[in-house]
């Protein structure tokens, strides 16, 4: 029979009471706070309630009526800075992801082309 093989140990090779910064204790309370964010953020061209296209960005292009096929983003900073490169109609709504389901959270609000480009 060979020997068994020592893995090192988690924690080897640092004191026992060595403590995490506080700059990395708050970036990890940062990471926990943002895995459990269910809020993404999706690119749409509303024209009625039953005609809205979802934006693709693997694509570059949108998908009908269909939300899953949009690209979702994490930070909704990221689509406001792609926004203005689709042209005007488009808009920043909110969604959910809850159990695995994409679900709306941004109401309905008609066409954006009477306003003006912010």
């Known amino acids: 029979m060979g020997r ?3 893995k090192p140990r988690a924690g080897a ?3 026992a009471d060595e403590r995490l910064s506080p700059e990395w204790a708050r970036e990890i309370e940062r990471r926990v706070r943002d895995a459990r964010d269910t809020a993404r953020y999706m690119l749409v061209s509303e024209y009625s309630r039953t005609f809205i296209l979802y934006y693709d960005a ?3 292009s949108f ?3 269909t939300p899953d096929r949009g690209t979702l983003f994490k930070r909704r900073e990221a689509a406001e800075r792609v926004r203005p490169l689709l ?3 488009v808009r920043v709504v909110k ?4 159990g695995g389901k994409l679900k709306r959270i941004s109401p309905f609000r008609g066409p954006a ?3 003006k480009a912010r």
């Open 4 to 6: 068994r093989s020592q």
């Open 13 to 15: 090779g640092r004191p």
């Open 58 to 60: 693997a694509s570059d």
């Open 63 to 65: 998908a009908m009526n």
């Open 87 to 89: 042209g005007r109609g």
């Open 95 to 98: 969604f959910t992801l809850k």
């Open 113 to 115: 082309f009477g306003t």
